[in-house]
């Protein structure tokens, strides 16, 4: 089990390329949690119930985002991002009493400890009992929460070894999400795990930040610990389900092995050592690399010495071949052939990669009808495409119009489009959907528009649902962005795309 590696000691000191002024180059492997190299793989599992439980992550992971999005846009948060709690009115609840002086156990959180309730959240996730959709409540400027995810609606993972000595940690690789976090001894309220929790008191690398620091201070809340002379930077995040984090703003070392069988590391990466992890996490990750574009996140925080460039190659899930997909940095992260390229758009909401969606065609000629300009949302977490309604109707209706195949309906009635393969003919292809992402034009294969949901059954894996139509947000999904080597340049705000076979990558 890959779980039984989640946090051994390494001694690879003497192997470890230590980044600091120069740019350098590497790549590692990016898990999705169906891989057999993951600590969640079920080989047991069928596949129509592994793409259900994909949609249904999917959709909740697609309304968090756009609610985010738009909470953002409209409450004009940014300019009070970095505003702190003592700022807010009415006040905060305190959570510096949370973090434990030491690391003496037991710790127990005190009866009456004031934690928000998803009700409270900016974002909140209320599912009904009878459906995976999120319900939306409206929300409170007040609350001292961020709320990008919902906390165990990711697909991939990355291994990290942060400290000195090193330890490795399993956690989710998040592009919606800027903070780096991992789960920390001592622990006042923890979700189970497998792996041991990551102890700072054995790294001599580790420091935590005070809060006169300005990565403090890009903290989307925080709070001061004054009972020390340091004045230790407290952060809390949130979800939209109500699980959060809360801990200690540190500094540490943090190492990759790469895939070409050597190590790199960078010191004084900023990162969250969580006190307090609860709520919907599952026990088999240990923390959070957020991907996203704001100051905190991996990329940002490398900045220079990856030329602030990242990319990732991701694996079809249907292919036969078990090579995991990748995630790469710097110089490996260029790609020089059929790359398109377009231009993010600039908005206040930073964390997410966002450009627009100008036009779809399906096939060679049908392009479909006069359609709004739209922004779009670039994501590795979310599986499926989400378009408007007033998009994705006409799509379906002129897709069902080209497709010569039997529909039917999903059994769990979450897609839009389905089709019967029961008689279909061997030399039967799906037709190509291009779509003009500003200046991109991207042409998807029909294993990045359509899943299979069984032997004979087909569905298309884009949709929409009541959450995410009426604001005119798009978002591309992973099954899109399969066999592409997405690129991501900080420094430009740009984003590429260029057909690859990244089981070759």
Known sequence: MASSTLFPFLSIFSLTLLATASAVGFSVELIHRNHPKSPFYNPTI???????AEVQRSH?????????????????????ANTKYSNLSPPAPDFTHLIPADSSFPYTIP???????????PIPYLPPADSPFPTQSPASPNAPIETD?????FDYLVSIHLGTPTREVIAIADTGSDLIWVTCKPCADCYKQDAPLFNPATSSSYANLPCSTKK?????????????????CIYQYGYGDGSQTIGNLAQETVTFNTTSGGTVGFPKVAFGCSHVANGTFERHSAGLVGLGSGPLSLVSQLGSSIEHRFSYCLVPYDSANITTSRLSFGSDAISSHDVETTTMVD??????YTVTLDGIT???????????RSYMIVDSGTTLTYLDSTVLEPLVELLAKTIHLPQVEDNEKLLPLCFDESNVESDFVYPDITLQLGKATVTLKPYNAFRKINDKMTCLAMTSNNDISGDNLSILGNIAQQNFHVGFDLASRKISF???????Y
């Open 149 to 153: 995810i919902i906390a165990n609606s």
């Open 498 to 504: 260029a057909p690859a076979d990244c089981t070759k």
């Open 46 to 52: 069928s596949i129509s119930d592994r793409v259900h």
């Open 216 to 232: 403090c201070n890009q903290l989307p809340s925080s709070q001061c610990d004054n009972s020390a002379s340091d004045s230790k």
């Open 60 to 80: 909740a992971r697609a309304a968090a985002l756009r609610r985010t999005f738009f909470s953002q846009l409209r409450n004009d948060m940014s300019s009070t």
């Open 347 to 352: 908005i206040d909401r930073e964390t997410f």
């Open 362 to 372: 399906v096939g060679k000629n049908n392009t479909l009808g006069p359609m709004e």
């Open 111 to 121: 009866s009456d400890t004031p934690f928000p309730s998803p009700a409270d959240s």
